[in-house]
């Protein structure tokens, strides 16, 4: 595929950085493996629900290449857009440890300019797991441009479970037949999406994906809801599933019928072919939602001795009490080792003090006629310039402090929202949902403790229902309407990091904002200096990077 690039000279660069990056790693005592990937960024026709649109391919395919690692590996990933447009991959649960430059949304990473490359360079440091990757900018989400990513446990670290006899990345998500182009059109105008038209698993619409298992054997599915809006159900026709690891953390091993995964998570499950060998239904489909969307693929015993009939199994709906008791049901295995050869359990983070409780609040309404999305009653706008460059050479775009830390109850208004957090420290952090929809947050840069969830309103006594021993960690939380979600994260990852809803539409207009966690430290044991080789743009156009 051709590339829309000034020659060989730009492909050099490109080389060049990439090579010079790689000297600073080495440098820096970097000496774990380096993986290497070249991307391509186009346009191209999809039908995923049977009707032509204009989709984001990665060389060529929707969705995107896995990224398969293991941990502490060094990813670099070089990207070429070939779009009409500037684009952007954010990587979702990645932590990038002090390197926020890196994370690959607008508040800390400049877009890649239509014809241009950027070389991420990504370690997957102290991480095991399923994420996945996708576009940031534009609401290109909607168009594809994501794809699952794995990092998998250093051989001397022991996995709880068997090798399985086969690994599948599952996406799911709801899915417009609308161009993204339309869809971002009706945001601008400040007005709200309408209902998804389908449910996609791996880009395909309904029985379009098949997965291929032998009786007897074990397979382990790497589910991630890569959708925009919609929390789903996803469950086996007439197979159990066994929870084996949320977002990095081996998780007790419960067996679930079906399993709901709300907007940005990412869960694993094993599946044993132990039923009589023919075709099964998968079925994913909607929760919450007063008109259900229901998506199928197919379980397919490679000696099927016939195909799937009758009607795919139904699931739960709107029962919120059903998830909830799920939800609370998923807790880490203390006893097993993370990416470290040491127990999970063994950080006792139940027995710390916390240094600060951030409350954050989450409403909609109308400024200016328009619609926006809003935490504790500030609705982001994004400055001219990534806030981390902005920080890096003291450019004044933003305001430490602009968003408060509790729910200031007045109306929605417009700002560049940062807030400040100490390097270090322990903190609380309640998300509260006075509104009738369910809701999903992801922390870029950390995995946090899900101590606590509930309806109604949180207060300080609701600290005695915590759980301080064996909560799940992850990055991405759900909250219930009308109720809360309180975490636990140590603040151990210097950096300017995004805090936004999942929702992608109110991410769109405004329902995010961007944690600071500073330290007065150049140490690079605290944080790396900016990459050689990041793009400058806005206020930051025309200024240099670190010489080497």
């Known amino acids: 595929m051709p590339l829309n690039l000034a020659g060989g000279s730009a492909l050099f660069s490109a080389m060049l950085c990439v090579a010079v990056s790689l000297l600073f790693l080495s440098l820096a005592g970097a000496e774990d493996p380096y993986k290497f990937f070249n991307w391509n960024i186009t346009y191209g026709d999809i ?34 857009n070939n779009l009409n447009e500037s684009f952007l991959l954010s990587w979702n649960g990645i932590q990038n440890r002090r390197n926020s430059f890196e994370d690959g949304v ?21 991480q095991i797991g399923s994420y996945y990757y996708f576009p940031s900018l534009a609401f290109h989400k909607a168009a594809g441009g994501f794809g699952g990513i794995r990092i998998l446990s250093r051989p001397r670290i022991p996995v709880p479970f068997p090798d399985p006899a086969g690994d599948y990345t599952v996406l799911i998500g709801d899915w417009y037949k609308s161009n993204y182009t ?31 298992v032998e009786q007897g054997k074990t397979y382990r599915l790497r589910i991630s809801n890569v959708g925009l809006q919609n929390s789903l159900n996803f469950r086996i026709q007439g197979h159990k599933m066994k929870l084996v690891e949320v977002e990095g953390t081996h998780t007790l091993q419960v067996t679930y019928s079906s399993l709901d995964v709300h907007v940005g998570q990412s869960y694993s499950v094993l599946v044993t072919a132990d039923q009589p060998a023919q075709d099964y ?15 199928t693929g197919i379980l397919r015993y490679s000696n099927s001795a016939g195909k799937v009939s009758g009607p795919p199994p139904g699931g739960p709906t709107i029962q919120i009490d059903w998830s909830l008791n799920q939800a609370r049901s998923i807790r880490t295995n203390l006893t097993a080792s993370g990416p470290r050869p040491n127990p999970q359990g063994s950080y006792h983070y139940g027995l710390i003090n916390t240094t600060k409780t951030i409350r954050l609040q989450s409403s909609a309404g109308q400024v200016n006629g328009k619609q926006r999305y809003a935490v504790n009653s500030v609705s982001f706008v994004p400055a001219d310039t990534p806030l981390k460059l902005a920080d890096y050479f003291k450019l004044g775009v933003f305001r430490v402090g602009s968003i408060s830390s509790i729910p200031t109850g007045g109306g929605i ?52 229902q915590y759980n301080l021993r064996d909560a799940v ?13 309180a975490i636990y994260v140590a603040l151990d990852n210097v950096g300017m990091w995004n805090l936004r809803s999942e929702f992608w539409a109110r991410q769109y207009l405004g329902q995010q904002l961007y944690l600071r966690v ?31």
């Open 182 to 212: 339309a869809l971002k059109a009706i945001l601008d105008r400040g007005k709200k999406l309408p209902f998804p038209d389908g449910i996609l698993i791996n880009g395909r619409g309904p029985g379009g994906v098949s997965f291929n």
């Open 413 to 464: 208004y417009l700002d560049t929202s940062v807030m400040g957090v100490d390097y270090r420290a322990f903190v609380e952090i309640v998300f509260e949902n006075p509104e009738d929809i369910i809701q999903s947050w992801h922390l870029s840069g950390y995995s946090f403790w899900v101590v606590g969830m509930d309806g109604g309103q949180w207060t300080t006594a609701s600290r005695n």
């Open 473 to 485: 960690a992850r990055c991405t939380t759900q909250v219930y309407p009308k109720s809360w979600t």
């Open 518 to 548: 500073y330290t007065e430290s150049t140490s690079l044991r605290d944080e790396y200096p900016i990459p050689k080789n990041a793009l400058l743009c806005g206020k930051a156009a025309g200024r240099h990077t670190r010489p080497l």
């Open 47 to 80: 039908y995923p629900l049977g009707v032509r649109q204009q989709g984001i391919l990665i060389n060529g395919q929707f969705p995107g290449p896995d990224i398969h690692s293991v941990t502490n590996d060094n990813l670099i990933i070089n990207v070429f």
């Open 106 to 126: 607008f508040g800390t990473t400049c877009p890649i300019p239509p014809g241009k490359n950027f070389t991420y360079i990504l370690q997957v440091k102290d």
């Open 281 to 295: 239904y998968i079925v994913v489909s909607s929760r919450f939602t007063s008109t259900i969307l229901t998506t």
